[in-house]
Nanobody, 123 residues
Framework: QVQLVESGGGLVQAGGSLRLSCLYNGRLFDHGALGWFRQAPGKEREFVGAIARSSDITYYADSVAGRFTVSRDRTKKTMFLRMNMLKPEDTAIYYC????????????????WGQGTQVTVGS
């Protein structure tokens, strides 16, 4: 059974930083990717960024490129999302997810999901 558990959300002021963690266990795919998505109230779920399962290659949504960084600690089975220069529009519930297809940017392509962690950016 695959489990993904996010943590690290909270309240931060605009311009600040926050790091989210996603602990994963169980038998994940040997290939594919681990990704981050977010969903703000009244909006559709949005791809944020992802990292390949078999390498450290990352890819991002244009809205966060240059501000957010996805990384991973393989020994701790944990993926991270470092968020810098946060803006009020970054406020959302952030989810981590796993897919068999590297390069996937659509939620429907991800098979496993965490429960989410709330990030609120004050103006």
């Amino acid at each position: 059974q695959v489990q993904l558990v996010e943590s690290g959300g909270g309240l931060v002021q605009a311009g600040g930083s926050l790091r989210l963690s996603c602990l994963y266990n169980g038998r994940l795919f040997d290939h594919g990717a681990l990704g981050w998505f977010r969903q703000a109230p009244g909006k559709e779920r949005e791809f944020v960024g992802a990292i390949a399962r078999s390498s450290d290659i990352t890819y991002y949504a244009d809205s966060v490129a240059g501000r957010f960084t996805v990384s991973r600690d393989r020994t701790k089975k944990t993926m991270f999302l470092r968020m810098n220069m946060l803006k009020p529009e970054d406020t959302a519930i952030y989810y981590c997810a796993a897919t068999q297809r590297f390069g996937a940017r659509v939620g429907a392509e991800y098979e496993y999901w965490g429960q989410g962690t709330q990030v609120t950016v004050g103006s």
